[in-house]
């Protein structure tokens, strides 16, 4: 896709800035303490900006790793040219270990059985595999229970010393970084620590320990490591009100998600718009329609309450989104056929952005850009060395 509009992009599209994305990764490899190396979170098609233009973006602005959680994620990468490192981190036992071994991906062990998934398709690949040894410190999904670490641990440098493995990684996930002072945070710090020491006296000498996500990367240098694990903040979101804003942070959003709208007409008082009447007009009013609804990642959860730019007004939505479309009610002002609908972007022309449509439907920025669907077109700007990807 280039950044020409392609074919079907005129109903509704989502422009991706590479350029800010190059910058949010910039802005973010700024912060770093320690000589820490930066990890370019790229899973979930980039939170929905499209894997592969903005990992090569991601690459060229300075990114060390790319981190993905499928599989499928990796080796598209690798499918299309990128050869540095990477690590995938969501396996199950039927997983493609074979292939991803042979493509050089890191890949990422909680257990005896995918430790030993990984030595079986080491030896299988007769090459040695890259893993990365993850403990739970408190999150509670992936990761090895503190109890069973040191168990894991020998298994796995028992691995290195047959030449199945090398472990390359350690590491763990915050719980509630994005709450700065929240408890949780010095005591997963302090688990970490003791299951860093548990794998030294093992013999373990990994390349890289990695602990902060987003939010720690913004506000815990202390928790930075080797490796920084960057998510949405690469694609210029804050991870957290609490955290600050993505103005505040010096992050800017990489999406805009614009409509062209799909009929304008004049209704009289009383008329009902959408499914169930929930909104009834006050009076004689002008609705437009806009051609995206939650078929397209338009939250339901947010009829009523999600903002767009319509006729150059914040409007919000009218009665509830349907799965295709949605109206606003302009009141008083004009618009016609054809004439354009931001429903987010960076908000450098008064639309809403990404976490506006957070609040009004009760959720997170990272769902917002990621929830848009597949029949959205993407249309990357910025392409390095190119007019397009």
Same mark, same amino acid.
């Given at each position: 896709?280039?950044?020409?509009? /392609? ?29 820490a190396g930066l990890m370019a979170v790229v899973k979930a098609d980039a939170y929905g900006h499209g894997l592969v233009p903005c990992a090569r973006a991601a690459r060229e602005a300075g990114a060390d ?5 499928? /599989? ?5 990468l690798r499918a299309a040219g990128d050869r540095g490192r990477l690590l995938c981190w969501l396996w199950t036992p039927d997983a493609p270990w074979l292939r991803a071994i042979e493509a050089d991906v ?39 229970? /503190? ?32 709450? /700065? ?6 005591? #997963?710090?302090?688990? &970490? ?17 990695? &602990? ?112 295709? #479309? &949605? ?16 429903? &987010? ?45």
């Amino acid at each position: 896709m280039n950044e020409h509009s /392609p074919e079907g992009s005129g109903r509704l599209r989502a422009d991706i800035d590479l350029t800010a994305l190059r910058a949010n990764v910039r802005s973010l490899r700024g912060r770093l303490t320690g000589g820490a190396g930066l990890m370019a979170v790229v899973k979930a098609d980039a939170y929905g900006h499209g894997l592969v233009p903005c990992a090569r973006a991601a690459r060229e602005a300075g990114a060390d790793w790319l981190g993905v959680a499928t /599989p499928g994620e990796a080796l598209a990468l690798r499918a299309a040219g990128d050869r540095g490192r990477l690590l995938c981190w969501l396996w199950t036992p039927d997983a493609p270990w074979l292939r991803a071994i042979e493509a050089d991906v890191d890949v990422s062990v909680s257990a005896p059985w995918d430790l030993a998934a990984a030595v079986a398709a080491a030896r299988e690949a007769g090459r040695t595999a890259r893993v990365h040894l993850k403990i739970d410190t408190g999150l509670g999904r992936s990761g090895c229970p /503190p109890r069973e670490w040191p168990g894991l641990v020998a298994a796995a440098r028992a691995a290195e010393t047959s030449g199945a493995i090398t472990v390359t990684g350690l590491w763990s996930h915050f719980a509630c970084a994005d709450e /700065p002072g929240h408890p949780s945070i010095a005591a #997963q710090r302090a688990v &970490f620590e003791d299951a860093l020491a548990v794998a030294a006296r093992a013999g373990l000498d990994p390349e890289v320990r990695h &602990f902060a996500n987003s939010p720690a990367t913004l506000t815990l240098p202390e928790a930075h490591y080797d490796l920084v694990r960057t998510g949405i903040s690469v694609y210029g979101l804050s991870p957290s009100p609490d955290v600050g804003s993505a103005a505040d942070l010096g992050l800017r959003p990489v999406m805009t998600l614009r409509a062209a709208l799909a009929g304008v007409k004049r209704v009289p008082g009383g008329h009902g718009v959408s499914y169930g009447h929930e909104y009834l007009t006050p009076g004689e009013t002008t609705l437009a329609l806009v051609p995206a609804g939650y078929a397209d990642g338009i939250p339901r959860h947010a009829s009523g309450s999600g903002p767009v730019l319509v006729a150059g007004k914040w409007r919000t939505v009218t009665g509830r989104v349907a799965m295709d #479309q &949605f109206v606003v009610d302009l009141g008083g002002d004009t618009a016609e056929a054809g004439d354009e609908a931001i429903l &987010f972007g960076p908000g450098d022309r008064g639309e809403p952005t990404a976490e506006d449509w957070a609040r009004a439907a009760g959720t997170i920025g990272y769902e917002i850009v990621t929830r848009i669907g597949s029949r959205v077109p993407r249309v990357h700007h910025g392409v390095s060395g190119a007019t397009g990807t």
